[in-house]
């Protein structure tokens, strides 16, 4: 039986660093991906009556 308090076993802390590495290594690879450009330009406002926009 399990001691309630007691802290992660050496394989756990393992497993957890691993998972840790994969997610970073994840992340590193669709860097910028997951945060596309913005490719639409908003419809104007009032604010922007002196801005000539083509089109």
């Given at each position: 039986?399990?001691?309630?308090?007691?802290?992660?076993?050496?394989?756990?802390?393992?497993?957890?660093?691993?998972?840790?590495?994969?997610?970073?290594?994840?992340?590193?690879?669709?860097?910028?991906g997951?945060?596309?450009?913005?490719?639409?330009?908003?419809?104007?406002?009032?604010?922007?009556?002196?801005?000539?926009?083509?089109?």
């Amino acid at each position: 039986m399990k001691r309630p308090h007691a802290g992660p076993s050496p394989e756990e802390i393992k497993e957890k660093h691993d998972l840790e590495e994969a997610l970073e290594e994840g992340l590193e690879e669709t860097f910028p991906g997951s945060d596309p450009v913005n490719v639409t330009q908003p419809a104007p406002s009032r604010e922007d009556g002196h801005v000539k926009r083509a089109g």
